[in-house]
């Protein structure tokens, strides 16, 4: 079962767990928040929790709330350092709003402030998913946005679409809602009166791309058509359905989902989702630090999904940290799986052969459940 309508995002069973991005036009207006239409869409947030979904925040709108406090032009974006400033101040104020808008209907609010490397680096990224999890399941809403203040340009998103994008994959998220100012992807530049709106993309094309270039930018968030059709490629490749979403008139979930207005962008065709979203992020980004040889029982319960575990481990190789990438293979050489190991080589190499039951005492602390988790790992 995945998501084929923009109804689906809905419903609990095909997404169970969503991401709502918003974009800095909706949060923030001339004289600062746009409060009543946060408080709208918390409304719309907390109905959806109500159905039994697990809801993800990706808040832009730091910079441009903390330009107009600091009274800095070109709303924050004039330099590095402006944008730096601005986050800083726009965010704390956002995060507050966020966490007194959520409270009123009786949830917790979670702030994360991330970089690219915190999703792009293995061990930062297994951290990330980890923390995600975490809280969803203890109920709370994450409220995410790009850690602004210390990122640098070389470890920046930039842009909040594409961040959107890759906490979905991180958080096995099932769809990203993408709230604009446009109802979606037109065919040409939508000031054109013949623009048509486009309902579905199967697969971005170089023709769906050329269409994004007449699109509309707001001028206050760094997006435009074209980092949405980033995300929307990230989203794709992980099996995640994502839709772009007019975040400018009422009840803006309920009008994609309800009134199927916006524009949904496909994820791509075959395997479970959940398979391909780690495939796509496996398969795209990782270099091989090393190996983990396991014997026949291993190797058979690996084929039937489980983690893996220290007691079918015989040998290890390699200089490997704790969240790199590392290959999984029978004792004859035959690769099995690639994974991310959940220990350094030194704490596996006192692990390995013994069971989970000895590993407390092994090494003097909490161990983790696997030596690569079930997530974590792609059967080759
Ligand atoms: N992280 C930026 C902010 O909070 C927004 C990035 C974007 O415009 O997408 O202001």
């Known amino acids: 079962m995945k998501i084929t309508s923009l109804s689906d995002l809905a419903n609990p069973a095909l997404c169970p767990r969503l991401v709502v991005k918003v974009g800095s036009a909706l949060l923030v207006g001339i004289d600062g928040p746009r409060r009543a239409w946060i408080e709208a869409l918390v409304g719309e947030l907390a109905a959806a929790r109500q159905r039994g979904q697990d809801v993800i925040v990706v808040s832009s709108g730091a910079i441009a709330l903390g330009a ?10 004039g330099s590095l350092a402006d944008a730096q400033a601005a986050a800083a101040v726009g965010q704390i104020a956002l995060s507050g709003l966020w966490a007194e808008l959520l409270g009123a209907h009786g949830l917790t609010a979670a702030q994360l402030l991330l970089t690219l490397d915190d999703l792009e680096d293995r061990r930062r990224y297994l951290n990330a998913t980890a923390t995600l999890t975490r809280l969803l399941d203890a109920g709370a809403v994450p409220v995410i946005n790009e850690n602004d203040s210390v990122a640098t340009q070389e470890i920046r998103f930039g842009d909040n679409d594409r961040l959107a994008a890759r906490v979905a994959q991180a958080a096995g998220a099932s769809a990203v ?101 780690r495939q796509a992020w496996l398969g795209g980004r990782l ?94």
């Not at 079918?312 to 004792?331: H, N, P, Q, S």
């Open 68 to 77: 107009r406090r600091l009274g800095l032009e070109k709303g924050g974006r």
């Open 177 to 277: 809602l993408l709230l604009s100012d446009v109802d979606g992807l037109y065919d040409r530049n939508p000031a054109d009166p013949a623009a048509k709106l486009l309902p579905t993309v199967h697969g971005i094309t170089p023709e769906i791309r050329a269409m994004a270039d007449g699109g509309s930018h707001s001028g206050l968030g760094s997006g435009g058509m074209t980092s949405k059709l980033q995300a929307a490629e990230i989203a794709e490749r992980a099996g995640i359905a994502l839709v772009i979403g007019n975040g400018t008139k009422d009840s803006p979930i309920a009008r994609v989902t309800q009134q199927g207005i916006g524009t949904l962008f496909l994820p791509r065709e075959g395997g479970r989702r959940k398979a391909r979203a």
């Open 287 to 380: 270099r091989l630090k090393g190996a983990l040889v396991v014997d026949a029982g291993a190797a058979q319960a690996l084929r039937s999904g489980a983690s893996l575990l220290a007691k079918g481990i015989t040998a290890l190789e390699g200089e490997f940290v704790r969240g790199d990438a590392v290959m999984i293979r029978d004792a004859a050489g035959t690769a099995l799986a690639n994974g991310l190991s959940e220990y350094d080589a030194a704490e596996c190499a006192r692990l390995i052969g013994h069971h989970t039951s000895e590993h407390a005492a092994l090494l003097g602390y909490a161990p983790r459940s696997a030596i690569v988790h079930r997530d974590q790992l792609v059967l080759l």
